[in-house]
């Protein structure tokens, strides 16, 4: 693979309050590291129900970005401690898949998106289930599936 195309990919992680999100993370930032390439972090924050006064509801949606942008700074810097470079982040409104199935037909940065299953032995998690039924037709970019159950010594081992 020429240099500028290995420079150019973008491994993107969904950010979630999964336990298996650091898995993920962490495999996107050694695929980026050894094999080139950059980190993108999509958080999503889910629209209010239904509020009685838009005050309310604007002020809850401020309070849900300011929380999404600490989180993605904390992430960016161990991002920024395993690759060397910065990640691009990202924050989306709605519903996660269809904010997800948005970004990756948006986005042509994007390269590969990259899931972590759920290790609990409950089923691979809705958003892999949903990418890889109904909505695999919408994907526009390759994904890697990572084993929710790896440990940093084997995701060292497979990247």
């Excluded at 950010?15 to 590291?33: G, M, P, T």
Aim: hydrophobic fraction near 45%.
């Amino acid at each position: 693979m020429p240099e500028a195309a290995r420079r150019d990919r973008v491994f993107l992680v969904v950010v979630d309050d999964s336990q298996e999100r650091h898995i993920a993370l962490r495999y996107a930032c050694l695929r980026a590291k050894y094999g080139g390439g950059r980190v993108a972090l999509l958080r999503v924050i889910e629209a209010e129900g239904t509020v009685e006064w838009a005050g309310v509801g604007a002020m809850l949606q401020e309070e849900r970005r300011e929380e999404a942008e600490k989180l993605l700074s904390a992430l960016a810097a161990e991002v920024q401690e395993i690759t060397g470079g910065l990640p691009i982040l990202l924050i989306r409104e709605g519903d996660p898949r269809d904010a997800l199935l948005s970004l990756l037909e948006e986005d042509p940065r994007l390269s590969i998106l990259i899931l972590a299953s759920a290790s609990n032995g409950s089923g691979p998690g809705p958003l892999i289930t949903a990418l890889t039924g109904r909505y695999a037709p919408r994907l526009r970019v390759p994904m890697t599936i990572v084993p929710g159950n790896l440990d940093d010594k084997e995701l060292d081992r497979v990247t």
